[in-house]
T-cell receptor, first 111, second 108 residues
Framework: DAGVTQSPTHLIKTRGQQVTLRCSPK?????VSWYQQALGQGPQFIFQ???????QRGNFPDRFSGHQFPNYSSELNVNALLLGDSALYLC??????????FGSGTRLTVV | KNEVEQSPQNLTAQEGEFITINCSYS?????LHWLQQHPGGGIVSLFM???GKKKHGRLIATINIQEKHSSLHITASHPRDSAVYIC??????????FGTGTSLTVIP
């Protein structure tokens, strides 16, 4: 049974560009959460999707947006990239609280 | 102030030593998670606790709900235990708060 799958694993973008990161949840999970982890820091909550709608949102600007599809997979979009957006982006899926499974992350470098 | 505080931030140990990493939190939780993150970023869930103590191999995790404190212990540490260990708490709304992690290096 595959766990959480994220793609791509690494990505380099230039300042001002837009990026889309993808996450496929663990089989049976219906909730997807996204986190940003800057170097040397703990992950920070970006937002959570359930039933194709954003259910919760952390303290991130509107440049960060997302989407959840009917098959529960999710995308994270970041517009107008800044150098400070360089980070590891983690996706976690769950069915009920306490079942969270993390993906291995997408390493985004903005140059 | 962070909702989750971990200590120490960095830890170097000799192979075979007993290791303790501490986590204190300030929010109401439904569960506390200990995560292991290796270079490259991949995260592995070690434990999920809501009370008491859990053991898996050489790893032991405890939680004291009244004191809002948890500890992760590693017995007979090994160089392959070298990683960043992250404490995360989950509130009743399924939202996580993460500590900044403890970077552990075990020297042969």
């Amino acid at each position: 049974d595959a766990g959480v799958t994220q793609s791509p694993t690494h990505l380099i973008k230039t300042r001002g560009q837009q990026v889309t990161l993808r996450c496929s949840p663990k089989s049976g999970h219906d909730t997807v959460s996204w986190y940003q982890q800057a170097l040397g820091q703990g992950p920070q909550f970006i937002f959570q999707y359930y039933e194709e709608e954003e259910r919760q949102r952390g303290n991130f600007p509107d440049r960060f947006s997302g989407h959840q599809f009917p098959n529960y997979s999710s995308e994270l979009n970041v517009n107008a990239l800044l150098l400070g957006d360089s980070a590891l982006y983690l996706c976690a899926s769950s069915l009920v609280p306490g079942t969270d499974t993390f993906g291995s992350g997408t390493r985004l470098t903005v140059v | 102030k962070n909702e989750v505080e971990q200590s120490p931030q960095n830890l170097t140990a000799q192979e075979g030593e007993f290791i303790t990493i501490n986590c204190s939190y300030s929010v109401g939780i439904s569960a506390l998670h200990w995560l292991q993150q290796h270079p490259g970023g991949g995260i592995v869930s070690l434990f999920m606790l809501s009370s008491g103590k859990k053991k898996h191999g050489r790893l032991i995790a405890t939680i004291n709900i009244q004191e809002k404190h948890s500890s992760l212990h590693i017995t007979a540490s090994h160089p392959r235990d070298s990683a960043v260990y992250i404490c995360a708490v989950e509130n009743t709304g399924n939202q996580f708060y993460f500590g900044t992690g403890t970077s552990l290096t075990v020297i042969p």
